[in-house]
Antibody, heavy 119, light 112 residues
């Protein structure tokens, strides 16, 4: 079964850091780009960014709202994608989803992990 | 403000058909056939229901269909069922950004 499972969410103080993981199974992880999408409470989906497959350069792209603070990386040997979040703000409070990103659509989604930024 | 414009809400009665629009520009919806649609039930993760404007992934009901005209893509749900009540989002490829895609703000579908 093709599956993505996020982990690492929790309560964190403003200005601190947190790293989310997205563990994949059921497909050849290295062949795909992986994306992160977040959803603030009661709001719509927001594109955080994605990381290309190694064959396409393995480079990440981040939304302007998180550029310079969030870094997306991947470990193909363990089928894990990461979202390293630094200098967290209260407005980063959201459910964070990872999704397999394939030809400009997200065809497999994890269940999400909750991040709450609060003092 | 989202790059793609969707109505905030639509509604319909069981058995009816409804259409949700998703309006972009010639840099995204208008010039590329990479529009996808997602369904999200409360408290759940989104799921892909349409990709490349009009293609359904395996397992998605044929009551869901997608189309495009000019800068506007549309999702049509026929034979509305209570279980279709959910939020729907469109996403499109964009040539305007290295981020590659832009999102719609979402539409809440209420089945009366």
């Amino acid at each position: 079964e093709v599956q993505l499972v996020e982990s690492g969410g929790g309560l964190v103080q403003p200005g601190r850091s947190l790293t989310l993981s997205c563990t994949a199974s059921g497909f050849t992880f290295g062949d795909y780009a992986l994306s992160w999408v977040r959803q603030a409470p009661g709001k719509g989906l927001e594109w955080v960014g994605f990381i290309r497959s190694k064959i396409n350069g393995g480079t990440p792209e981040n939304a302007a709202s998180v550029k310079g603070r969030f870094i997306i990386s991947r470990d193909d040997s363990n089928s894990i994608a990461y979202l390293h979040m630094n200098s967290l703000k209260t407005e980063d409070t959201a459910m964070y989803y990872c999704a397999r990103y394939h030809f400009y659509s997200m065809d497999v989604w994890g269940k999400g992990t909750t991040v709450t930024v609060s003092s | 403000q989202s790059a793609l414009t969707q109505p905030a809400s639509v509604s319909g009665s069981p058995g009816q058909s409804i259409t949700i629009s998703c309006t972009g520009t010639s840099s995204d919806v208008g010039d590329y056939n990479y529009v996808s649609w997602y369904q999200q039930h409360p408290g759940k993760a989104p799921t892909l229901i349409i990709y490349d404007v009009s293609n359904r992934p395996s397992g998605v009901s044929n009551r869901f269909s997608g189309s495009k005209s000019g800068n506007t893509a549309s999702l049509t749900i026929s034979g509305l069922q209570a279980e279709d009540e959910a939020d729907y989002y469109c996403i499109s490829y964009t040539s305007s950004s290295t981020l590659e895609v832009v999102f719609g703000g979402g539409t809440k579908l209420t089945v009366l």
